[in-house]
Each structure stands twice: as C-alpha cells, then as structure tokens.
C-alpha cells in the first residue's frame, strides 16, 4: 500500500512538473524591441566603441534604427553613414535578438568570404562569449559538430550563416527570413557568374511574409554607390539638430563647419554654435518620404558620432587637401569624403581645384 502511495505520488510531481514546463513554453512572448533587449543583455568587450553594458543614451540615434528593423510594417532597413557611427553595433545587437527573443533563420553577407571569416572569429564569437543570453543557447562548438562551425551557428529555433558576396554557393545555401548584408558598396558587381549578390541574397528569404531586409555601408562613388542607390528607394531620414538659438532642427554638415573656432553654422539663422552645444541639444529623424514605411533608409554623418570630435574630422581634411593639392593625389580626400562625412565621392572633383580655395581659406 505505502508502495503504490509512493508510485502515485512521483507520477503526480512528474505530471506537475510536466504542466510547469508546458505552461512556460505557451506563455506569451514579451513583446520587446531590438534596443530594449540590447539593453537587458548586450555588453561588449573592452576595446570597442562602447565597452561594457550597452545603452542606447550613448548613441541615441541607434534606437530608431534598431527598432525599425522588428517594425511589422517594415521589410527594409538602410544605413548609410559614415564611419565611426555604430554600425556595427546595430547589426550585432539585431542578430542577438533574433537568436534569443524571436528565434529566426538569419544570413549574414559580408563582402567576400574572407571578411565573413573575419566577422565571425573577431566580432561574433567574441560578442557570444560575452552575453550570458547567447551563450545559453548557441550550439557550443565541437571538432565533429556541424552546428557550430566558423560559417555557421546553430541556436533553438534557426540558424545564422555567415557568407561572402564573392561566393555563389554560399548565397544560396538555405532560406532565411533575416538577410543582413554589411558593407553592400564592396560587394561585387556579380557573385561569379550568377549576377547581381544584393539581389541573389534577397532571394533567399522571398518565401517569408515577414522577411527582413538590413542593409548598411559606407558609400563609395557616386552613381555606382549601391547604399546610395537603396537609401534614396527608402523614407531617406537624416539626423537632425535643434539649433539652440531659432529652434529649428537640421542633419550636420561639414559644409557649415568652421575651422577656427570649431563651430558649426545653423543653416537657417547663421548662429555659430560650438561641437558640444550642438551635442547637447534635441535631435531626432527627419524624413524625406515619411510614406515610404516598408523601406526606411537612414543617412548619419562622422559629425553626430559621439566617439569623434570635429577637431579630428578638421585635421583629418586638413592633411587630404593638402596631398590633394601638394601631390596631387586624390586618395586620402575620397576616403575623407566616403568614411567621414558619409557620402559619395564625385569624380569629376577629381582636380583638386574643383574644391574652392577661398573657401577653405575663409573657414580655416
């Protein structure tokens, strides 16, 4: 009798334990955005931008772009800006909300398969090893575990894969609904001889009815840039400033900039205003197309990075003018023009006296 006592009760706490498990599996979701679960769960290592717990105070303009990307009503998200912005930091925290909180096939294009190989050793494994979240549930890697390979990453719910627009059959490898590409103004006009890697990558997640697109770049010349290209199909939002003196909001721009004083001009009452006034004032996105809602495509500049100060951007054209016109060597003024203030390079500013002299001579 105490026997069957016994047996009757293990199969009581069994089945108990049984509906505790069932009862935490269907419970509802918490509906969360990308930044808010950024900042519950990411930290980065010491060495980056933004070591430690991540916040979204110390780059604000992140948020709206993070959260953009898990909009039910958008599929296409571009950021094209500037070195030095967070980039990214965007893409990292996005790729670790959809393993942990809403679990999903995921692909990663970098621009070659080297660059892939890359990311995954130094950006990647470093960022799960750091969070407890994705510690817990990528595949721990093994010598004989394809789950977990430097290409591939294996997680409840989805995978993520890492390839290179150089590579055809990495881009055709499964069907994803979250396609990040990285980078997109140095893929490759064509994947071998398969055409166009944007477009080959795009295909793989075309049977999803809540795909995700995420495109971010630098940009490179103008009418070929592919970042240029995709942020004027979108909502074409700038970062914008509050002037502190007539109040209106407006994107920075090197243009405005004076070099003496370090002030930027307010390009509706001239106001001059040094770096940190205009860093401590209201900012916001402002967008050209607000009834583009499926594609937002965000455009931010060197200026608005809180990790670099104007009087490194001023030196930094300083020195590429002056081999612009010393040696005549355009090089260092492209890559100004590209990495800094976020913009395509026109070619026929090829001759360094394009640039007006006078004007330089005035703001400096």
């Known amino acids: 009798m105490a026997y069957m006592k016994m047996k009757k009760t293990e199969v009581s706490w069994h089945t108990l334990a049984f509906m505790c498990r069932l009862t935490e599996t269907l419970r509802p979701k918490v509906e969360l955005t990308i930044s808010q679960w950024a900042e519950e769960n990411m930290v980065f290592s010491v060495g980056t931008n933004e070591p430690g717990q991540y916040t979204t105070d110390t780059a604000p303009y992140q948020k709206q772009i993070m959260d953009a990307i898990v909009d039910p009503e958008v599929t296409e998200v571009t950021v094209m800006s500037s070195a030095q912005i967070g980039k990214t930091t965007i893409e990292m925290c996005g790729i670790g909300f959809y393993i942990c909180h809403e679990p999903a096939m995921q692909m990663i294009v970098m621009p070659t398969v080297d660059d892939s190989q890359k990311f995954s050793k130094t950006k990647l ?185 104007w009087q490194e951007i001023i030196d930094a054209f300083r020195y590429a003018y002056k081999r612009m016109t010393e040696k005549h060597d355009p090089r260092d003024m492209i890559t100004f023009v590209n990495t800094r203030l976020g913009e395509t390079w026109d070619e026929t500013k090829m001759d360094a006296d394009v640039i007006d002299k006078n004007d330089i001579e005035k703001r400096a």
């Open 125 to 309: 494994a470093p960022m799960i090893a750091d969070v407890k979240a994705l510690r817990e549930r990528v595949s721990k890697a093994k010598t004989r575990d394809s789950s977990n390979t430097l290409l591939l990453k294996s997680y409840p719910g989805g995978n993520l894969v890492i390839s290179g627009a150089n590579s055809p059959p990495s881009l055709s490898m499964l069907s994803v609904r979250i396609v990040w590409m990285d980078e997109i103004d140095r893929f490759p006009e064509s994947a071998g001889s398969e055409g166009n890697p944007i477009r080959l990558a795009e295909k793989r997640a075309t049977s999803y009815w809540n795909k995700k697109y995420i495109k971010l770049s630098t940009p490179t010349i103008a009418g070929k840039s592919n970042i240029e290209e995709e942020y004027g199909k979108g909502s074409m939002e700038q970062w914008c400033v509050k002037c502190p003196e007539c109040g209106k909001f407006q994107p920075y721009s090197f243009d405005r900039l004076e070099f003496a004083s370090v002030s930027m001009a307010c390009e509706h009452c001239g106001c001059l205003f040094p770096e940190q006034k205009w860093k401590e004032s209201e900012h916001g996105w402002i967008a050209e197309h607000p009834e583009r809602k499926k594609r937002r495509s965000f455009r931010i500049n060197e200026m608005a990075s809180p990790f670099v100060e």
